[in-house]
Nanobody, 123 residues
Framework: QVQLVESGGGSVQAGGSLRLSCAASPFIGRRCMAWFRKAPGKGREGVAVIDNADTITYGASVKGRFTITKDNAKDTIYLQMNSLTPEDTAMYYC??????????????????WGQGTQVTVSS
């Protein structure tokens, strides 16, 4: 059973930064790990995916501003978010997949989810 616990959300002004954490167990180093977000009235959007070889894919709307990293020793992944805009306001979720490579980009393919952490960006 995979358990995921996000933290680090909050409120920030446009242009600011936040770092989200996702404490995951067990063995995140062997899994596809991802961040998704869901804004009110919108579907889930892929933010970033990292595989067991640290190959990373970013969603188009966050590329160049967000960075996903992984600490296998701590079983934790992070999402550093810079240059935030009000359009980044959403609930952010950490997700895990049972495989470690050829990671899917669709939220429906991920079987393990955290409870989410809210990010609110004001203008």
């Amino acid at each position: 059973q995979v358990q995921l616990v996000e933290s680090g959300g909050g409120s920030v002004q446009a242009g600011g930064s936040l770092r989200l954490s996702c404490a995951a167990s067990p063995f995140i180093g062997r899994r596809c790990m991802a961040w998704f977000r869901k804004a009110p009235g919108k579907g889930r959007e892929g933010v970033a995916v990292i595989d067991n070889a640290d190959t990373i894919t970013y969603g188009a709307s966050v590329k160049g501003r967000f960075t996903i990293t992984k600490d296998n020793a701590k079983d934790t992944i992070y999402l550093q978010m810079n240059s935030l805009t009000p359009e980044d306001t959403a609930m952010y979720y950490c997700a895990a997949h049972h495989q470690g490579a050829s990671c899917p980009n669709a939220a429906n393919d991920y079987g393990y989810w955290g409870q989410g952490t809210q990010v609110t960006v004001s203008s």
